[in-house]
T-cell receptor
Framework: DVKVTQSSRYLVKRTGEKVFLECVQD?????MFWYRQDPGLGLRLIYF???????EKGDIPEGYSVSREKKERFSLILESASTNQTSMYLCASSLPLGGRGTDTQYFGPGTRLTVL | DQQVKQNSPSLSVQEGRISILNCDYT??????FLWYKKYPAEGPTFLISISSIKDKNEDGRFTVFLNKSAKHLSLHIVPSQPGDSAVYFC?????????????FGQGTELSVKP
């Protein structure tokens, strides 16, 4: 079974703090993703990565950055947290298209971040 | 521009009856569709998928139907059980042009009452 873990389930930070969210997958997946989930808006893609050291912007990258130094680990960074970044953050991973021919993504349990 | 839409935020169904969750999309290039189920405080879990070359895919109590001409897909759960109560997200992808990326709908919260 694919296992995707996230460093924290709940996190409370103050406005202006730098926040690191860590995600680790154990299935040797090339692709990794960061989403945020907000009521009524579904899952919105922040950043994704197809390989180590590679990153691409998703639909809402403003205020975020990412780091992928190792294949199994994908970090989301909030450079200066703001209250509108209070959300549920979800990490996912998947095999590349050629591996399975599908885009099934496997998700971690999520981090509920509150910015005060 | 919402390319994948779930127009019903919530649905309530009696245990044992059929649940039908709907999803519409606008991008005709989408060729792979998925349904995810999400419980509170947990990540989404993959439920069932369908390729655009098919119009139906079945897995136990879950069946997904795809109507390409209407750009519409639906998830049928028969019979519905209280444990099915969750938020359901549909997602779509353009495998060959944007392989790896999924576009999600807003979600529909299903409540199955005993």
């Amino acid at each position: 079974d694919v296992k995707v873990t996230q460093s924290s389930r709940y996190l409370v930070k103050r406005t202006g703090e730098k926040v690191f969210l860590e995600c680790v997958q154990d299935m040797d997946h090339e692709n990794m993703f960061w989403y945020r989930q907000d009521p009524g808006l579904g899952l919105r893609l922040i950043y994704f990565s197809y390989d180590v050291k590679m990153k691409e912007k998703g639909d809402i990258p403003e205020g975020y950055s990412v780091s992928r130094e190792k294949k199994e680990r994908f970090s989301l960074i909030l450079e200066s947290a703001s209250t509108n970044q209070t959300s549920m953050y979800l990490c996912a991973s998947s095999l590349p298209l050629g591996g399975r021919g599908t885009d099934t993504q496997y998700f971690g349990p999520g981090t509920r971040l509150t910015v005060l | 521009d919402q390319q994948v839409k779930q127009n019903s935020p919530s649905l309530s169904v009696q245990e044992g009856r059929i649940s039908i969750l709907n999803c519409d999309y606008t991008n005709s290039m989408f060729d792979y569709f998925l349904w995810y189920k999400k419980y509170p405080a947990e990540g989404p879990t993959f439920l069932i998928s369908i390729s655009s070359i098919k119009d139906k895919n079945e897995d136990g109590r879950f069946t997904v139907f795809l109507n390409k001409s209407a750009k519409h897909l639906s998830l049928h759960i028969v019979p519905s059980q209280p444990g099915d109560s969750a938020v359901y997200f549909c997602a779509a992808s353009d495998l060959y042009n944007q392989g790896g990326k999924l576009i999600f709908g807003q979600g529909t919260e299903l409540s199955v009452k005993p």
